[in-house]
């Protein structure tokens, strides 16, 4: 049997790993780190934030140019970073660009009681997304609401528009400390899981749900987002799957050093670049994906020396 975790013995993560692929990873510079770039994935490095954050909204000005009536496309982007999203709103506003046929789709959303939080919650994804970035497009630019495909607890409409006939050229992220894209956390360890994580077809197959978030994405948000405060985050919320994904024709992660650390950076820039999937480590899975990138804030990648504090 794999070891228990030593941060949530219910749960699967990154600690139930075999200790040599944790030394392994922990041992990367960020010059092997650059070497690990193979066709379907490439590791690209930013040496200035501004240069980073510009290149993660240009992501989506790159995406909505090739919109049209006849043919639109979205984007799929977090919450998580967010320093990006008021500068898509600017280029559009500044490039006097329309993206009026253009479409976006939200990751994730809170789920309390049952039902995804609404836009007056304070830590709502919707919110922010509308507050830093569409509301501050031009009216007379902007596509309308029923472009705009936000996560609810009933995932119908929102599976049924990732089959619309929109071209997904994008799907951005972020990465937590649990190593999951949206919230595509790790599986507890119970029930048909109770000896080993899913497998990694069985992981692909997941559609847009509701899922019950480990104690480590818990905490993360609390620190974040929240002054630490961990009382405040909902355990629960509905996230975009691995299926959806998937139909995604390019998925980049963006690691600004903010959300997870020096070892969490390397672990699973290692798993993608050499296809070992294990959903203990959700974002490994994304080493099957045609098409991904990861890109680091050079000064953000750290390093795993051993130093008391």
Request: aromatic share 10%; hydrophobic share 40%; glycine share 6%.
């Amino acid at each position: 049997m794999r070891k228990r975790s030593s941060i949530a013995p219910d749960w699967w993560d990154y600690t139930t790993l075999d200790a040599q692929l944790i030394r392994d990873a922990a041992a990367l510079t960020p010059r092997k780190m650059s070497r690990l770039s193979r066709p379907g994935f490439q590791v690209l490095f930013h040496d200035t934030l501004e240069d980073f954050y510009l290149a993660e909204a240009l992501e989506y000005i790159t995406a909505w140019k090739q919109s049209t009536p006849d043919n639109p496309v979205g984007v799929c982007g977090p919450i998580g970073p967010t320093e990006q999203l008021p500068l898509v709103a600017r280029l559009v506003n500044s490039l006097g660009l329309d993206v009026r046929s253009a479409h976006f789709w939200g990751m994730d959303e809170w789920v309390v009681d049952g039902r995804e939080v609404s836009v007056a919650h304070p830590l709502s994804f919707e919110r922010a997304d509308r507050e830093l970035c569409f509301s501050r497009i031009q009216r007379r630019r902007v596509m309308p609401d029923s472009q705009l495909h936000f996560p609810k607890a009933d995932t119908r409409a929102y599976r049924k528009s990732w089959d619309a006939g929109v071209r997904c050229a994008v799907m951005q992220g972020g990465q937590g400390d649990v190593k999951h894209w949206a919230f595509n956390d790790p599986f507890r360890r119970e029930g048909a899981y109770r000896n080993a994580p899913p497998s990694a077809s069985a992981f692909r197959a997941l559609t847009t749900r509701v899922v019950d978030l480990h104690p480590l994405t818990v905490a993360q948000n609390a620190r974040t987002s929240g002054g630490g405060n961990i009382s405040l985050v909902p355990t629960r919320a509905v996230t975009v799957g691995p299926a959806e994904t998937w139909k995604a024709e390019k998925v980049s992660i963006w690691h600004a050093g903010n959300h997870d650390n020096a070892f969490g950076q390397r672990l699973t820039t290692l798993m993608i670049a050499e296809r070992m999937v294990d959903t203990s480590v959700p974002m490994s899975v994304l080493g099957d994906h045609p098409n991904v990138e990861f890109h680091f804030y050079r000064p953000g990648i750290g390093a795993c020396d051993i130093e008391m504090h």
